[in-house]
């Protein structure tokens, strides 16, 4: 059973930055896939970026070019920089994890199990 405890959300201009950390425990985190999802109220939870086990990224459109995700297994802990923020940027970000399948290869499964509480980002006009 994985925990995961995200920090560094806040408020800031557009065109600014932030950076989001998720830390993880209660599971060997190398073998976690690792992503972080957004939701705004009222709507359905939006996936933002996924990190493999290998370091292999991949984005949501919306936010390809402005946003990297990192992972550091060492310290158990996943980023995510924010560059270049926009107004539709603002919402509650969460991050996730789900154990990797081993199929002959190390698989990430695309949905994810574990959830952190969340941290706001806020961003203004």
């Known amino acids: 059973q994985a925990q995961l405890v995200e920090s560094g959300g806040g408020s800031v201009q557009a065109g600014g930055s932030l950076r989001l950390s998720c830390t993880a425990s209660?599971?060997?985190?190398?073998?976690?896939?690792m992503g972080w999802a957004r939701q705004i109220p009222g709507k359905e939870r939006e996936w933002v970026s996924s990190?493999?086990?290998?370091?292999?990224?991949t984005y949501s459109e919306s936010v390809k070019g402005r946003f990297t995700i990192s992972r550091d297994n060492a310290k158990n802990t996943l980023n995510l920089q924010m560059n270049s923020l926009k107004p539709e940027d603002t919402a509650m970000y969460y991050c996730?994890?789900?154990?990797?399948?081993?199929?002959?290869?190390?698989?990430?499964?695309?949905?994810?199990?574990?959830w952190g509480q969340g941290t706001q980002v806020t961003v203004s006009s």
């Open positions: 996730a994890a789900v154990p990797a399948s081993w199929v002959g290869y190390w698989y990430c499964p695309r949905d994810f199990t574990y």
């Open positions: 209660g599971y060997t985190y190398s073998r976690l896939c």
């Open positions: 990190i493999s086990t290998t370091g292999s990224t």
